[in-house]
T-cell receptor, first 117, second 114 residues
Framework: DQQVKQNSPSLSVQEGRISILNCDYT??????FLWYKKYPAEGPTFLIS?????DKNEDGRFTVFLNKSAKHLSLHIVPSQPGDSAVYFC????????????????FGKGTLLTVNP | EAQVTQNPRYLITVTGKKLTVTCSQN?????MSWYRQDPGLGLRQIYY???????DKGDVPEGYKVSRKEKRNFPLILESPSPNQTSLYFC?????????????FGPGTRLTVT
């Protein structure tokens, strides 16, 4: 059962335009959401996050929107740059483990973003 | 430079030969975790550790062991590797387990078991 879904395996946009990456989740216990970017041969790099008590968080060119009722979040990149080309993972976190100590990240399968010059 | 390091980066081994993948972080983080990434499955948690001498199972712990004798190190041990453990492994750390802080990942270790 995939709790975090990224239904678009790939996305291609032109430089300067907006990139919108989408993510859906099923577990209502998730209370924190994160986006990671991953280049080949490197580990995932944290990009931006949002708590479930918010519906928007912005950091420079990156904005994450959360729609709790729809269990949907999206990452907007404006303007897109060729250096943004990478795989983007959506991740969600909920307390688990002994005493709620494990903030395990549950990842989607990723979306490959290609920004064309 | 704040970072998570893993060694080795690449490893080819044979079934049954014990191996250890090391992980070290220099950020004084309490929380550390191991994930594996497989095609079509995303990243799945193997083990995690809240602090020194405190470890617990993640989603896919079978065939793996961990230890946390020092705060900065969190090695992953495969006592008897099998081909289904061929995967890309990531170690991650976070500054405090009490709170959903972002996790910082190492560069990955690509393991092949023949």
């Amino acid at each position: 059962d995939q709790q975090v879904k990224q239904n678009s395996p790939s996305l291609s946009v032109q430089e300067g335009r907006i990139s919108i990456l989408n993510c859906d989740y099923t577990n209502s216990m998730f209370d924190y959401f994160l986006w990671y970017k991953k280049y080949p041969a490197e580990g995932p790099t944290f990009l931006i996050s949002i708590s479930s008590i918010k519906d928007k968080n912005e950091d420079g060119r990156f904005t994450v929107f959360l729609n709790k009722s729809a269990k949907h979040l999206s990452l907007h990149i404006v303007p897109s740059q060729p250096g943004d080309s990478a795989v983007y993972f959506c991740a969600a976190s909920a307390k688990g483990g002994r005493g709620g100590s494990n903030y395990k990240l549950t990842f989607g399968k990723g979306t490959l973003l290609t920004v064309n010059p | 430079e704040a970072q998570v390091t893993q060694n080795p980066r690449y490893l080819i081994t044979v079934t049954g030969k014990k191996l250890t993948v090391t992980c070290s972080q220099n950020m004084n983080h309490e929380y550390m975790s191991w994930y594996r990434q497989d095609p079509g499955l995303g990243l799945r948690q193997i083990y995690y550790s809240m602090n020194v001498e405190v470890t617990d199972k993640g989603d896919v712990p079978e065939g793996y062991k961990v230890s946390r004798k020092e705060k900065r190190n969190f090695p992953l041990i495969l006592e008897s590797p099998s081909p289904n453990q061929t995967s890309l492994y990531f170690c991650a750390s976070s500054r405090n387990p009490v709170g959903p802080y972002e996790q910082y990942f190492g560069p990955g270790t690509r393991l092949t078991v023949t």
